[in-house]
């Protein structure tokens, strides 16, 4: 990467309560490991990432029992109320390593699909550019807004211009705590770094992921993300 170091936060402080589980969805087991490992791996493989700060829940007793903890380049730090103030955490865990233009790429802890040509086609797309990026896929579904009910169909939106946000989201590091801080500041909540970042007046570039990248959200995810996973020889 020119010009530039970057560092990796990996977003694992959530519950995952839609899961109805006995532990976080982060830490269900996926084809041979865990789900937030799978999530950690190209990112923590890739020899352009200085190192990847994996952000954790207060109380968190999952990950001390995981080998990556012990892994070289691996770090913790503790996440927030809100992903916003998470992802803050783990740029205040940089403090005094990371440059104010170094690259951030911030990436789910429920997102294991992640493979190496999306990773590699967000870094070469995004890092020259002025602002910043993410991966993202465009809508492919006819698009529907519920009434008032939310039991039907009011309008059919336009589906060209949109697309579905995906992780890694990368951007400079002084501009994403500034983001990041002036929408915690304003009591603003986004559910991606982008977002923040949008708020700034800023327009992040769209970089074409793929499908496979999907996060664990239901428990079908999880089949769907060990086919995946077997395909592609992640055991």
């Known amino acids: 990467m020119t010009g530039a170091a970057a ?23 996926l084809a041979g490991a865990t789900v937030l490992e799978h999530a950690i791996r190209p990112l923590w493989a890739d ?5 990847v700060v ?13 080998p990556m903890a012990d892994a070289p380049r691996v770090h913790t730090t503790l996440g927030g109320d809100t992903r916003q103030q998470s992802v803050l955490n783990g740029l205040v865990a940089l403090e005094g390593r990371a440059k104010p233009d170094d690259w951030i790429l911030v990436h789910d802890g429920a997102r294991p ?3 190496v040509e999306e990773l590699d086609t967000l870094i070469a797309a995004v890092e020259n ?14 698009l529907k807004r519920a ?9 059919t939106l336009d589906r060209k211009a949109l697309w579905c946000a995906q992780t890694p989201q990368m951007f400079r590091h002084q501009l994403l705590r500034t983001a990041l801080e002036q929408s915690l500041s304003n009591g603003v909540q986004f559910t991606d770094e982008a977002a923040a970042v949008e708020a700034l007046g800023h327009r992040p570039r769209l970089v ?5 990248n999907l ?13 995946l996973l077997r395909s592609a020889g992640g055991k």
Not at 47 to 51: G, L, T
Not at 129 to 142: C, H, K, M, N, Q
Request: contains cysteine; aromatic residues 4%; glycine residues 10%.
């Open 7 to 29: 560092w990796a936060i990996v977003a694992a402080a959530g519950q995952g309560r839609r899961m109805d589980a006995d532990k976080p969805k982060q830490y269900l087991p």
């Open 47 to 51: 020899s352009r990432i200085s190192a």
């Open 54 to 66: 994996v952000v954790l829940a207060p109380g968190d007793e999952f990950w001390p029992t995981l």
């Open 113 to 115: 699909c992640l493979g």
């Open 129 to 142: 550019d002025r602002i910043g990026g993410l991966l993202a896929v465009p809508l492919a579904d006819t």
């Open 147 to 155: 009434d008032a009910g939310g039991l039907r169909s009011e309008v």
């Open 208 to 212: 074409h992921g793929s499908s496979r």
């Open 215 to 227: 996060k664990i959200t239901h428990r079908e995810d999880l089949l769907l993300a060990e086919a």
